[in-house]
């Protein structure tokens, strides 16, 4: 269990765009999500140890890019909407899972202590 460190969030308007960053082990699936204030975390994306594969909750689809380069893993995110508020996590696991599994936080074993994204109308 490592204790991850994001940046990147900030307040910006709707339509604007913002890059989340986060230090993950190269051989480790990680993962971004997110907690709006009064709901649960959900995820958001996640990307395989080797970068090439993705997966995406239907929201944020089309709008949100997760990749990783070095031992960084990003989040960029496009034409944000006021929905998009909340804490951001980065969070990570040593292995694989299938697209179904990897949405499940439970299978996450190191987090970060979130960043603030708030989108103004």
């Known amino acids: 269990q490592v204790q991850l460190v994001e940046s990147g969030g900030g307040l910006v308007q709707a339509g604007d765009s913002l890059t989340l960053s986060c230090g993950v082990p190269?051989?480790?699936?990680a993962a971004w999500f997110r907690q709006a204030p009064g709901k649960a975390r959900t995820f958001v994306a996640n990307?395989?140890?080797?970068?090439?594969n993705t997966n995406y909750a239907d929201s944020v689809k089309g709008r949100f890019t997760i990749f990783r380069e070095n031992a960084m893993v990003y989040l960029r995110m496009n034409d944000l909407r006021p929905e998009d508020t909340a804490v951001y996590f980065c969070a990570s696991f040593a292995g694989t899972c299938s697209r179904t599994a990897c949405r499940d936080r439970r299978l996450y074993t190191s987090w970060g202590q979130g960043t603030q994204v708030t989108v103004s109308s």
């Open positions: 190269g051989r480790d699936n």
């Open positions: 990307v395989s140890p080797n970068g090439a």
